[in-house]
């Protein structure tokens, strides 16, 4: 085949490394980006943390000469409130200590126990393996195995159920069960048999545990020849049970907690709202001078730059640009999320001066990307993990979001309204016969909503509420 040349038109769309960091700078809540402008300052030499209140605003970025890095046009003005704190005031630190872990405390309680050398590590790798919600979610020949590689022992699963049954015997209890069933066992155990309740709750537990699962009350009472009242009693005792024996130790406390930092905060007060980002640990940043000062000294008399010098010069400039770019980007996200938490105040204003959620307008992504000129795109990464602390509390912005449903008069109403009403329709039925998903659908169709019933079986789901079956009480 020849070889041939041709030319070919086309039209791509690039992302520039610029617009790309921004699109990044953009999705990060505020306690994550606090962290990536530290790891910004520790890896561009010419950024630096900046304490001082600033005025000037910082310009955006575009081809400059060398003469425009000596310009003193450092100072950041991306942060969203004054500073108003003295030179004279102390910041004191606050000292946070943590207790013993579960793990800890298990172990403790083995030193305790009487076992020897090889007991006690086997022991310690077992507590190792028990989750943080307190279930050994792990066979034992797995554990076996591991404990062969790693301590070079070897054992069995009858030696690691052995000490297995002594760790069930340690607080909090039903811990290092592995499943719900023995976890309740292990609970009911620890508690004296002295009521007829607690010992039908553990025959329950037992030997009818699956009937009991799946709520065949009639059944089990007719199995088991005991009354109804006799029943709840005994239903009674399970439900004073922690199904996650892990969660009754708290001095530890965990990692995971989850800590709620807004990224935005709303006052309202005589009619009136008052909006601004929280960027009270978002540190403010500068090109540090020095590097300004080398640029000057590099440069001679008549405005060249000397041969020895291209290469550093060069490498301060890359690094400025970059730097420049930083702060440039921090200031647009800054820009974007304010412009977008003010429509969503605009157009949600009466749900956010009380907190109704029977208030809340249908919006869409699309409503607020229209008002605000930007892509829907934009907004989803603006809305996506941000926090709004309000009078009321903190609200996820990605739960302002609804669609849109039509009543038979024509009104457009949220779905967050559908939502209480179903919610308020199974608070209100009868526990014995609870209302079936289809049930549901003819009740809200009755109060002039059309939906479907797998519209309804979706909106229990997304309420955490059980099928009928499993709603059913004694």
């Not at 500073?83 to 000292?95: E, F, H, M, T």
């Not at 009521?195 to 007719?222: C, D, P």
């Not at 239903?235 to 009754?248: A, V």
């Not at 209480?420 to 209302?435: A, F, M, N, S, Y």
Request: glycine share 4%; aromatic share 6%; hydrophobic share 35%.
């Amino acid at each position: 085949m020849a070889i041939n040349q041709k030319q070919i038109l086309s039209l791509q769309q690039k992302l520039s490394p610029q617009q790309i960091q921004m699109i990044k700078l953009l999705e990060l809540p505020t306690v994550q980006l606090e962290q990536r402008i530290k790891q910004e300052i520790e890896e561009n030499i010419v950024l630096e943390e900046d304490d001082r209140p600033q005025d000037n605003p910082e310009e955006e970025p575009q081809e400059i000469s060398v003469d425009e890095y000596l310009k003193e046009d450092d100072a950041p003005s991306y942060k969203s409130h004054i500073n108003n704190y003295s030179k004279d005031d102390k910041q004191r630190p606050v000292y946070l200590t943590e207790g013993r872990s579960l793990q800890e405390y298990l172990i403790q309680q083995l030193s305790f126990r009487d076992l020897n050398e090889r007991d006690m590590r086997l022991a310690t790798y077992l507590v190792g393996s028990i989750d943080e919600d307190g279930y050994l979610r792990r066979d034992l020949e797995s554990i076996a195995d591991d404990i062969a590689f790693t301590m070079g022992l070897e054992t069995t699963s009858a030696e690691l159920e052995r000490l297995l049954e002594i760790i069930h015997e340690l607080e909090p209890a039903g811990i290092g069960a592995r499943d719900l069933r023995e976890c309740l066992l292990l609970q009911m155990k620890q508690r004296p048999a002295n009521t007829r309740a607690r010992r039908l709750a553990r025959k329950i537990l037992g030997s009818y545990f699956e009937e009991f699962v799946k709520k065949h009350y009639e059944k089990l009472m007719a199995r088991m020849q005991i009354t109804e009242d006799e029943f709840r009693e005994a239903i009674d005792e399970i439900k004073h049970l922690s199904p996650k024996p892990g969660n009754l130790y708290s001095e530890g406390g965990t990692d995971t907690t989850p800590y709620i930092i807004p990224d935005f905060v709303l006052d309202y007060q005589d009619g009136h709202f008052q909006l601004s980002l929280n960027s009270y640990n978002v540190p403010e940043v500068r090109i540090n001078r020095r590097y300004k000062d080398m640029i000057r000294e590099m440069i001679t008399a008549d405005g060249k730059i000397k041969e020895e010098d291209r290469e550093a010069m060069q490498f301060v400039k890359g690094k400025i640009d970059s730097a420049k770019w930083f702060i440039s980007a921090i200031k647009q996200r800054h820009d974007t999320l304010l412009r977008t938490m003010q429509t969503i105040l605009d157009y949600q204003t009466e749900y956010f001066k009380d907190g109704d959620r029977s208030k809340l307008r249908p919006m869409i992504l699309k409503d607020i990307a229209d008002r605000t000129g930007l892509d829907v795109s934009t907004i989803s990464r603006v809305v996506n993990s941000k926090y709004v602390q309000t009078q009321f509390g903190i609200i996820l912005l990605k739960s302002l979001f609804s669609e849109a449903m039509q009543t038979d008069s024509g009104e457009e109403v949220s779905s967050y309204e559908i939502k209480t009403l179903l919610r308020q329709c199974v608070d209100e039925e009868d526990k014995r016969h609870p209302l079936t998903d289809e049930m549901l659908m003819d009740m809200l169709n009755d109060k002039g909503y059309h939906i479907a019933r797998r519209t309804v079986a979706k909106y229990r789901e997304m309420l955490s509420i059980p099928v009928a079956r499993l709603r059913k009480q004694i």
